[in-house]
């Protein structure tokens, strides 16, 4: 997915930060400290925060409760790992790396063998490791074939809110199954002003998607919106996607078949999702059970036929999990 030699130009110190920012929840942006404590026999026995060695609390939490730890030592992140399992995770990882392998697979190694220890000799606050799944890398790379053809651009602009420049953007290149160029809007910014496109975004996105293929290669997708957009897209309802799509205030030009029907199947759910919870209180417990029951193998459908069905997960209701974290609160 990532090539070897990945080529790197033209990148804007600015936008690559923003969209950092962008993408990470606000509380680890409020709190950006972390902590690892080193746990023996479930008992800590180091604490690190931000790096610096700190006394051991005099009554800790349990380790069981990263949470605990996290509100305590005043963090937005905490690891807790058994001292037994640093040496085990380093040898089953190291052993399982190749030297063809490219930063994905490489994660992906890492992360099962994690996962395999979650709740048991390795806790983390927030739970990713129980949320995140972790496919086999050929399944992740043919998901990303049957997506994504080879020879084209993936295009991501954000807007400020007050059209005054490109917040963020980023531009890369398929080829042969690989990522093999990233860069942002500077790549063509003597083509496409920054300041000019900003200002009439909703017409100049053509020119933005004319210029990256005179320079790298045709978009395959094109999303362009406005910070505040993708704000309301992250933080609201699951259908929220679709209705900034009706309202014109997300652009998504091309846009492949698979992502259009992807996008209305969403909106549809939604809506019988809401639609079911109003009236749920006005039917018997039987047909709440068979609607239930209806409702869950609809989804099981949708996930075993649908363009991620390689994947074992749905990503829709991975979003549906990882929402939470992303709330102002």
């Given at each position: 997915?990532?090539?070897a030699?990945l080529?790197?130009r033209?990148l804007d110190?600015r936008?690559?930060?923003?969209?950092?920012r962008?993408?990470?929840p606000?509380r680890?942006?409020?709190?950006p400290?972390w902590?690892?404590v080193?746990?023996?026999?479930?008992?800590p026995?180091k604490?690190?925060?931000d790096?610096?060695?700190i006394p051991?609390?005099?009554?800790?939490?349990?380790?069981?409760e990263p949470d605990?730890w996290?509100?305590?030592?005043?963090?937005?992140?905490?690891?807790?790992?058994?001292r037994?399992?640093?040496?085990?995770?380093?040898?089953?990882i190291?052993g399982?790396?190749?030297?063809?392998m490219?930063l994905v697979?490489?994660?992906?190694?890492?992360l099962?063998?994690?996962?395999?220890r979650?709740g048991?000799?390795?806790?983390?606050?927030?739970?990713l490791?129980e949320?995140?799944p972790a496919p086999?890398?050929?399944a992740?790379?043919?998901?990303?074939?049957?997506?994504v053809?080879?020879?084209a651009?993936?295009?991501?602009?954000?807007i400020?809110?007050?059209r005054?420049?490109?917040?963020?953007s980023?531009?890369a290149?398929?080829?042969?199954?690989?990522i093999?160029?990233?860069?942002?809007?500077?790549?063509?910014a003597?083509?496409?002003p920054?300041a000019?496109f900003?200002r009439?975004?909703?017409?100049?996105?053509?020119?933005v998607?004319?210029?990256?293929?005179?320079r790298f290669?045709k978009?395959a997708?094109?999303?362009?919106l406005?910070?505040?957009?993708?704000?309301r897209?992250i933080?609201?309802?699951?259908?929220?996607?679709?209705?900034e799509?009706?309202?014109?205030?997300?652009?998504i030009?091309p846009?492949?078949?698979?992502l259009?029907?992807?996008l209305?199947?969403a909106?549809?759910a939604?809506?019988a999702g809401r639609?079911?919870?109003?009236?749920?209180?006005m039917?018997p417990q039987?047909?709440?059970?068979?609607?239930?029951?209806?409702?869950r193998a609809?989804?099981?459908a949708?996930?075993?036929?649908?363009p991620?069905?390689?994947?074992?997960?749905?990503?829709i209701?991975l979003?549906?999990?990882?929402?939470?974290?992303?709330?102002?609160?």
């Amino acid at each position: 997915m990532l090539d070897a030699e990945l080529e790197l130009r033209d990148l804007d110190a600015r936008q690559w930060t923003n969209w950092w920012r962008l993408l990470l929840p606000p509380r680890v942006l409020d709190l950006p400290r972390w902590a690892l404590v080193v746990v023996e026999d479930r008992a800590p026995i180091k604490v690190i925060v931000d790096r610096v060695a700190i006394p051991i609390p005099h009554d800790p939490p349990p380790i069981d409760e990263p949470d605990a730890w996290a509100r305590s030592l005043g963090v937005a992140t905490v690891i807790a790992i058994e001292r037994r399992a640093v040496a085990a995770l380093s040898a089953e990882i190291e052993g399982a790396l190749r030297a063809d392998m490219d930063l994905v697979e490489q994660g992906l190694v890492a992360l099962r063998a994690l996962k395999r220890r979650a709740g048991h000799g390795v806790w983390t606050e927030p739970p990713l490791l129980e949320l995140l799944p972790a496919p086999s890398y050929d399944a992740l790379q043919r998901t990303f074939d049957l997506l994504v053809p080879d020879d084209a651009a993936l295009v991501a602009y954000v807007i400020d809110d007050d059209r005054a420049r490109i917040h963020a953007s980023i531009i890369a290149v398929k080829r042969d199954g690989d990522i093999t160029t990233a860069a942002t809007h500077r790549a063509i910014a003597d083509l496409v002003p920054d300041a000019t496109f900003a200002r009439d975004w909703e017409k100049q996105q053509k020119r933005v998607s004319a210029a990256v293929e005179e320079r790298f290669a045709k978009p395959a997708i094109a999303l362009f919106l406005e910070r505040a957009t993708l704000r309301r897209i992250i933080t609201g309802p699951t259908d929220q996607l679709a209705r900034e799509l009706n309202a014109k205030r997300v652009v998504i030009d091309p846009a492949p078949a698979w992502l259009l029907g992807l996008l209305g199947g969403a909106a549809v759910a939604a809506m019988a999702g809401r639609a079911a919870s109003a009236l749920a209180a006005m039917l018997p417990q039987g047909a709440r059970d068979r609607a239930s029951a209806l409702r869950r193998a609809a989804g099981t459908a949708i996930k075993e036929s649908g363009p991620f069905a390689q994947l074992g997960f749905d990503p829709i209701e991975l979003w549906a999990c990882l929402r939470g974290f992303y709330s102002e609160s």
